[in-house]
């Protein structure tokens, strides 16, 4: 059951909640449903996410180190100050892929509003358990035209208390 819940949640048993397991289950056993690899290996699921960001006028930016996470005067994040002092401005949203505890290092603005909104962000991350690095996304493809012999990927835990 750890092994399962990990790989739903990236947490053991105890720390996946039974709503996300039984979802999961519902979803396995219905008709034509099947875990499998995707065409193109993982590769081909960055470059599909990268293209419906792109579609919806959002943009990439690779070997940009973020110095800092601008906010408004009421603690909205509107945009980033770039190593070397660039900036980029965000029309809807800042997307940070750092962990909770490094993406609230980044929040600045001294704007009391702003500041009540980073203690809370602050406080949030160091509610929030630590977890090794992992991420899971869940998406369902269209099996129309792929081989019937492809086979499930597999994961092995020689030893649970070493985590997998």
């Not at 909104?117 to 090794?132: F, L, N």
């Not at 899971?136 to 493809?141: D, E, K, P, V, W």
Request: net charge negative; with cysteine; proline share 4%.
């Amino acid at each position: 059951m750890n092994l399962l819940s990990f790989l739903l949640s990236g947490l053991p048993a105890d720390g996946t909640i039974a709503a996300e397991v039984a979802f999961m289950f519902n979803e396995w056993y219905r008709p034509d449903c099947m875990l499998d690899f995707p065409v193109g290996g993982s590769q081909a699921m960055v470059q599909a996410l990268i293209r419906g960001v792109e579609k919806y006028g959002g943009r990439i930016m690779l070997n940009s180190h973020v110095n800092q996470i601008t906010l408004d005067s009421s603690g909205r994040a509107r945009g980033v100050v770039l190593r070397g002092g660039g900036t980029v401005k965000a029309r809807k949203a800042v997307v940070s892929n750092a962990s909770v505890w490094d993406t609230v290092k980044l929040l600045g603005n001294e704007a009391p509003a702003a500041q009540a909104a980073i203690q809370r962000y602050t406080r949030q991350a160091e509610e929030t358990p630590y977890c090794p690095s992992f991420m899971h996304l869940h998406i369902g493809f269209d099996k129309t035209g792929l081989p019937d012999d492809l086979e499930l990927h597999h994961i092995l835990v020689n030893d649970w208390s070493q985590g997998v």
